[in-house]
Each structure stands twice: as C-alpha cells, then as structure tokens.
C-alpha cells in the first residue's frame, strides 16, 4: 500500500500523491479538531433523487462504552449554518423533497450562537414544501423547543429517533449513556404531549457485557412502556478501541444474546402491528418514492411520520405528495387507498380545520 488517507485528510491528497510520486510512501491519518467538510458539496449519484441526506456535524464526545465513531471520526465540531443551508437550497433547486440531517448527535449541534433548535427552523424556511427529518439525537440533552418547533411546523417531520440502548440503570451506567430509564421515559412522554400522533423509533442492543436476564427484561418493558412504531434492533458486537472491548469481557454467550434477540424482535413486531391497525382510517400525507416492490400498479414510500405505506398508482407518480387514507396493515407496512395530490401546507391547513 503506497498511501493511506484518514477521513479529515483529504485537503492534504495532493502533497500525499506527490510522496508517492517520489517513491515515499504517504500517510495522513490525523483526525482534525476544525474540519467540518463545509464546503464540500457531495455528488449524488445513487438514490431516488427526492430524499438526500445533509451532514451538519462531525464527530462525537458522548465516549458511549460500545461506540467506536469517537476514535475514528474525532471530536465533535459543527458545520456553519449558511454552508448548510446553501446546500439544503441546492437540493432544493434540483428538486430533492425531503432532506435528513445527519450527526452522531445532532441536537449537540452548536456553531457560534446557533443550535440544532435554531437550525432546524432556519432550514425548514429555505422550503416549506420539503419535508426534514432528522437523525440522531441524544435523549441526555434533547432540547424541549425544538418539540414546539416540530408541533408549529408543517414540514418538519412527527416522527423521532430517540436511542435507548438498554431499559435497565445498570446497563445505561455500563454503556455510558449519561440517563436513567425514568428520564428517558419523561423524555418520551413529553414528545408525545408536545407532538399529537408523534412516531418514535430506537437503537436496541441486546447482550451487552455482563448483561443479566433482569437488566434484557427491563429492556423489555421499556420497550413495551413506549411502544416504538419501529426499531432498530442488534445483538451486541464488540469493537476494537471502544471503552467496553478495553475494560469489560463480551460475557454473554452467542446462544444467549441471539434468544434475547429474538424475543427484543418478536414482541416489537408485535407492538408495531399494533400501532399500524390504530391506523386504519386515519389519513397521512405520503411522498410516492417509486413502484412497490411487489406490484408496478402500485405505489410506495413513506408517510410524515416514516411509516411506510402502499397505495394504488392510478394518476399518481413518483414525487408527488399524495393523501393516503389507511385501510389496513402488516406489521412493517400500512396499505392504504389514494385520496388526492396534495402540497404539505395544503394538507396540514386541512388536517387543522378537520381536527
């Protein structure tokens, strides 16, 4: 290997090449307390050209006990907010309709004065028919006006991905997740007072070290407490340089962390299909992201509160906004029947005068 080049390095690939060019060999590993990749604007050549995905920050300090981003992606430093916005109008110039905008955790957000609440609302104006969503967050400082933010707005999204890990005290301790279960809860109950018909997800590890089968069963309840619309659900795998593969053993048999596993999987399917039929009947505003994989006469993408729904073709074509009355469900997908095209003020202006 002539060069190898970390990921905050890629200003210095020039002086680099030229090494290689004098028959050196060329290293530039060094993480970088400054760079941001502002004014890097990314090419896309891949995806559905409606969703695209906005890095706002770099970085990591939470030091998580399972977490390796710290040690291969540096401190945490935020991009400016014009850099970002201008590429939020760039995308929306070539006809992109919903943005993500991506940090390890984004509501740690922070240039000058600024922050993630300040951000997202400043975003959300560029235009009011694109639709943001956001990932992810830290439940140890979410801030409670960005809540009120989601609520007033119309196209920032009603849906949240707020990661637990684990249920139990012990194991948030363990993990370095700087909350309880009971603030968590608070935390979720209150998203849910705030943002009527709000939809949550989060990042479930089963098997982390030294877990009991007391600390998987509060995993459990909490899960069942709050009630996910979806999660993201993994056995624990350990990684190198993180806190937990330097001070604590991976004691939890492979046998055992898939049984625990399975059950994390089987009672969240479960919850999900219950949420999906409460459903039925209601109305959601969906992005047609393209044809259903299972039927050219259909379409498929994913409601504001990213539950993902399949509807009729008929007139429709991929992006439109279209209203979507839900008539029935599987655990992972609502079906529904096609209402009318919509715009997102048009249809939340509609949702208020029914409601």
Do not use: W
């Not at 210095?12 to 400054?34: F, M, Q, T, W, Y």
């Amino acid at each position: 290997m002539d060069i190898v080049v970390g990921p905050d390095a890629y200003r210095d690939i020039p002086s680099l090449l030229a090494e290689v060019d004098d028959g050196r060999k060329a290293v530039n590993v060094l993480l970088s307390l400054e760079e941001t990749y502002a004014d890097i604007t990314p090419v896309r050549t891949s995806g559905n050209g409606l969703t695209a995905f906005v890095s706002i920050m770099r970085g990591c300090d939470n030091m998580c006990a399972f977490c390796v981003v710290p040690f291969t992606r540096g401190r945490e430093r935020s991009r400016p907010m014009e850099s970002i916005l201008r590429e939020i109008q760039q995308l929306s110039d070539q006809g992109y309709k919903e943005i993500t905008l991506l940090g390890q955790n984004v509501n740690s957000y922070q240039y000058q004065d600024i922050d993630f609440t300040r951000l997202m609302d400043e975003a959300s104006k560029v235009n009011p028919e694109i639709r943001f969503r956001f990932s992810s967050p830290h439940p140890k400082d979410f801030p409670e006006p960005l809540l009120h933010l989601i609520a007033e707005r119309p196209n920032l999204c009603n849906y949240i991905h707020i990661p637990a890990q684990a249920g139990s005290d012990t194991m948030l301790e363990r993990m370095r997740r700087p909350y309880t279960r009971e603030q968590y809860l608070k935390l979720t109950n209150r998203m849910r007072e705030i943002i009527p018909g709000v939809s949550l997800s989060t990042d479930i590890i089963a098997g982390f070290c030294g877990e009991t089968e007391e600390e998987h069963e509060a995993t459990m309840t909490l899960m069942e407490q709050v009630e996910y619309d979806l999660a993201y659900m993994f056995a624990y795998s350990e990684r190198e340089r993180t806190l937990a593969e330097r001070k604590y053993e991976d004691d939890v048999p492979e046998k055992v962390k898939k049984r625990r596993l399975s059950e994390i999987i089987t009672q969240q399917m479960n919850i999900q299909e219950k949420r999906n039929n409460a459903e039925i009947g209601n109305v959601h505003i969906v992005l047609a992201e393209g044809t259903s994989k299972k039927s050219d006469e259909q379409l498929s993408g994913r409601s504001d509160t990213n539950k993902m729904v399949v509807f009729d073709k008929e007139h429709y074509k991929k992006g439109d906004y279209v209203a979507v009355e839900i008539k029935s469900c599987t655990s992972a997908t609502l079906i529904g029947k096609p209402l009318y095209k919509t715009s997102i003020q048009e249809f939340f202006s509609k949702e208020a005068v029914t409601v």
